[in-house]
């Protein structure tokens, strides 16, 4: 019993460190909503998940977000986020779990699995924009909704008094 308590009091630990960390050095924060009972189930995943503690992390984010006043945004857990390339929005019919790295047989972008869901999340809770700095549309949805990228840099400053 003591043994099991010392490594579930390290967990918590662990745990709390890491989610005041994440909430004290970022104003929003995207994460994408987990069935962890649903996971769980897989006889596979289910002990390193059970492990991980990822319901009681979910929790920790909320409150200690709730509390400095943080964004926390909730990104569904039906969202393909791993599986739509983020550069162009092509959705893959399916890619298995053992798949890590794929290339879009769009844009041919290659991708990291993890990197891309990530940056698929930030733009599903509205924290990235899906245009570069010029205007022009990074992610596609076909060719009508394609912008040509336009200067937009503010006009030089002159130096002197303003006129009101």
């Known amino acids: ?3 099991h308590a010392k490594v579930r009091d390290a ?16 104003d929003a924060i995207a994460i994408e909503d ?6 769980v189930k897989n006889r596979s995943l289910a002990k390193s998940i059970s492990r991980t503690g990822w319901a009681e992390f979910r929790q920790l984010l909320t409150y200690k977000a709730h509390r400095d006043g943080r964004t926390l945004a909730v990104v569904d ?4 986020s791993s599986k739509t390339c983020s550069a162009c929005g092509h959705l893959l019919g399916k890619l298995g779990l053992g ?8 844009c041919g972008t290659r991708h990291d699995r993890d990197i891309n869901a990530a940056t698929n999340i930030m733009v599903a809770a509205g924290l990235a924009e899906t245009r570069n700095a010029c205007g022009a549309d990074v ?4 060719q009508p909704s394609v912008q040509s990228a336009m200067n937009q840099e503010n006009p030089r400053a002159t130096t002197g008094i303003p006129l009101l």
């Open 11 to 26: 967990r918590r630990d662990f745990l709390h460190q890491t989610s005041t960390a994440i909430v004290r050095r970022f």
């Open 77 to 80: 857990r039906w969202y393909p």
């Open 99 to 106: 798949t890590r790295h794929w290339q879009c047989p769009t």
């Open 1 to 3: 019993a003591r043994a």
């Open 34 to 39: 987990l069935a962890v009972a649903n996971m």
């Open 139 to 142: 992610r596609h949805e076909g």
